[in-house]
């Protein structure tokens, strides 16, 4: 059997140092998304993940089962960050910020796989979130990114440094904040988390 993690296939976008921002090319990539507009730790966020994780499993399984015999270790959760008013990433006004949870899908995935396994899940699980989740090619380009270490309340000066990195390139951050998860922060002590930090630049 073929086995198969992105984590070091991809080992650019996913292992960047913690004392120095770099610069990265991200390809274009397929996850499997869903949107919300809450608080951290908010049921509808809880839902999301809640509803994400079952359906990547669901997926890594059916193709280890299946004709392909491919088994791959599953990505783990991303989020873009935004705002209406940025202010409120400044002051903490969480109910305010807006979000979309995801997990990479390996190239071999395809748009009939995942609703194999979304049906699957549903017959299951059926978790309340599972209609929300899209499978979507996500396409950043040229990015800054530096691996946060600590709570996500103290990643304040992580995001001034990787700022101020882009305004000495001569570029401007565009698109969205982009976290990647590289700790599970259902189990992990806030002090022991590990954060990649991704900002897209032009």
């Known amino acids: 059997m073929e086995?198969?993690?992105?984590?070091k296939l991809l080992?650019?976008?996913?292992?960047p140092p913690a004392k120095r921002v770099v610069d990265v090319a991200v390809p274009p990539l397929r996850f499997l998304m869903i949107d919300g507009a809450s608080a951290p730790g908010s049921p509808e966020f809880s839902n999301a993940v809640a509803a994400l994780y079952p359906l990547a499993y669901?997926?890594?399984f059916m193709i280890k089962r299946g004709p392909l015999n491919v088994d791959f270790r599953v990505l783990p959760l991303e989020g873009l960050?935004?705002?209406?008013?940025?202010?409120?990433?400044t002051e903490?006004?969480?109910?305010?910020?807006q979000w979309t949870l995801m997990i990479m899908q390996p190239p071999l995935v395809d748009r009939d796989m995942v609703e194999t396994a979304r049906a699957e899940v549903e017959r299951k699980k059926g978790p309340a979130a599972l209609p929300g989740i899209r499978f979507e090619e996500f396409d950043e380009g040229e990015?800054?990114?530096?691996?946060?270490?600590?709570s996500f309340d103290a990643e304040g000066p992580t995001?001034?440094?990787?700022h101020a990195y882009i305004e000495g390139?001569?570029?401007?951050?565009?698109?969205k904040h982009h976290e990647i998860y590289l700790s599970d922060m259902r189990r992990t002590a806030p002090d022991s988390l590990k954060t990649i930090i991704r900002q897209p630049m032009q």
């Not at 080992?11 to 292992?15: E, R, T």
């Not at 960050?81 to 990433?89: G, L, R, Y």
């Not at 903490?92 to 910020?97: F, I, L, M, T, V």
């Not at 990015?143 to 600590?150: D, N, R, T, W, Y």
Request: charged share 35%; with cysteine.
């Open 3 to 7: 086995k198969l993690d992105h984590r």
């Open 11 to 15: 080992k650019s976008l996913y292992s």
């Open 58 to 60: 669901t997926i890594k």
């Open 81 to 89: 960050w935004w705002a209406e008013d940025m202010s409120a990433f």
């Open 92 to 97: 903490s006004r969480r109910d305010e910020w």
């Open 143 to 150: 990015c800054a990114q530096i691996l946060h270490k600590g």
């Open 159 to 162: 995001v001034e440094k990787l």
């Open 169 to 175: 390139l001569g570029k401007r951050p565009v698109g």
